[in-house]
């Protein structure tokens, strides 16, 4: 059985920092692209940041480039997200999700391209 668990959020204010982790079981994440999303309460669940599964190229969000970080660790078994210079607007509830389909050298930011999710874990930027 496939199951994604997110860590690592929680309150922070502006401009601090949370990593936030995608631990797998029953898959192995470095097969695989992967995808964290993020969805706020009355807007659509938006793609933020992924890695392909061929040569770790990656995405991110115009919003979030240059801020957030998305890196593997084959090892754990785990993907993570450095989010750093965190904003109020970057509050929502954090989900990854993993593309179990064939070889990708471009991962996608679209959540129909994703086929296991995790729960989420929240995020609030606030003062």
């Known amino acids: 059985q496939v199951q994604l668990v997110e860590s690592g959020g929680g309150l922070v204010q502006p401009g601090g920092s949370l990593r936030l982790s995608c631990a797998a079981s029953?898959?192995?994440?470095?097969?695989?692209?992967i995808g964290w999303f993020r969805q706020a309460p009355g807007k659509e669940r938006e793609g933020v940041s992924c890695i392909s599964s061929v040569n770790d190229s990656t995405y991110y969000a115009d919003s979030v480039k240059g801020r957030f970080t998305i890196s593997r660790d084959n090892a754990k078994n785990t993907v993570y997200l450095q989010m750093s210079s965190l904003k109020p607007e970057d509050t929502a509830l954090y989900y990854c999700a993993a593309d179990i389909g064939p070889v990708r050298y471009v991962c996608t930011q679209y959540p129909t391209g994703y086929d296991y999710w995790g729960q989420g874990t929240q995020v609030a930027v606030s003062s």
């Open positions: 029953g898959l192995t994440l470095d097969y695989y692209a």
